[in-house]
């Protein structure tokens, strides 16, 4: 309430006309590094620099696109400008995606109906028309529904800048760490260059037949990413080094030590009862004692 009070500061554009950050594009990143080189702000003079630098500098850095955690393929954009946004890249395209023109233009028909602006079916159509040229256009540069559609048929969005990355995804969580992995591999994200200092991770899921609900997000630094990428699990719950090592049943025995309550035989509980008796009998040794051992 506080906030809505606040009215701009002298000599500010009309609210209308103020451009919009989005975080979920990482453009909060974007606008951060251009005023830290004086490449962005709100009043003249402006920093001396020619589109096309800003091209080469940016075209480097940003990398954005989709990776199928069932097919493991990648389309995949390195621009400057933003563009294609994601939900344009399935539209343009919507066959890779596994979604249909029919299928996206179903689901605006809904959403025109719900405005409650048109009553003839002819003025609904040509709504629905416009809203899916807006979409291929680019000028509507967001739409969670339909990326839900493509996100049900095993796709993530990633968008990589520098070192921060962000991914968002449906279904598990472990999904995303495939989807980690996979842009690891064939593009080096996270083993080649600069290490990703920042990972953010998004689990999404549809609500009703328009909407999308956020179900998890995380967010992962530094050390702790290559962590999560090994051993997956929840984010926030990973365990310390020293215990990961212990964990690992595989490590411990190649340097000829054992996991908690396991040793060279297997896990110790139970051990000694009947059946313990029956599966490793032709491990046990043949001295009960160790008086009879030395006898």
Not at 135 to 150: H, S, W
Not at 221 to 247: A, F, V
């Amino acid at each position: 309430a506080f906030i809505q009070k606040q009215t701009p500061p002298k000599g500010a554009p009309p609210r209308i006309e103020m451009p919009v950050i989005d975080a979920d594009k990482g453009d909060e990143k974007l606008a951060s590094k251009l005023l830290s080189k004086g490449k962005l702000d709100v009043r003249a003079p402006y920093a001396n620099t020619t589109e096309e630098n800003d091209l080469s500098e940016w075209s480097d850095s940003l990398f954005k696109g989709w990776v199928n955690v069932k097919t493991r393929k990648i389309v995949a954009h390195t621009n400057s400008n933003m563009r294609p946004w994601h939900v344009q890249m399935i539209v343009l395209d919507p066959k890779t995606f596994g979604v249909s023109e029919k299928q996206i233009k179903s689901y605006l028909r809904l959403k025109v109906e719900d405005w409650g602006y048109y009553d003839d079916a002819e003025s609904i159509e040509g709504a629905v028309s416009d809203s899916y040229n807006n979409l291929i256009e680019g000028d509507k540069d967001m739409d969670t529904t339909v990326e839900m559609m493509a996100m049900k048929k095993g796709w993530c969005r990633f968008v990589q800048s520098g070192q921060w990355v962000d991914i968002k995804g449906s279904g598990k969580l472990d999904n995303l760490r495939q989807a980690c992995i996979i842009l690891d591999q064939k593009h080096g994200i996270f083993s080649e260059g600069k290490p990703v200092h920042n990972l953010e991770l998004v689990l999404r899921a549809p609500s009703g037949k328009m909407d999308v609900k956020t179900r998890g997000s995380w967010g992962i630094n530094d050390t702790d990413i290559k962590r999560w990428l090994r051993y997956g699990g929840d984010p926030n719950k990973l365990p310390k080094e020293k215990e990961l090592e212990r964990q690992d049943v595989t490590k411990a025995r190649m340097s000829g030590r054992h996991s908690p309550g396991h040793d060279e035989w297997g896990p110790v509980k139970d051990r000694g009862s009947k059946k313990w008796r029956k599966i490793y009998a032709h491990k046990e040794h043949p001295f009960k004692s160790f008086r009879e051992f030395i006898n």
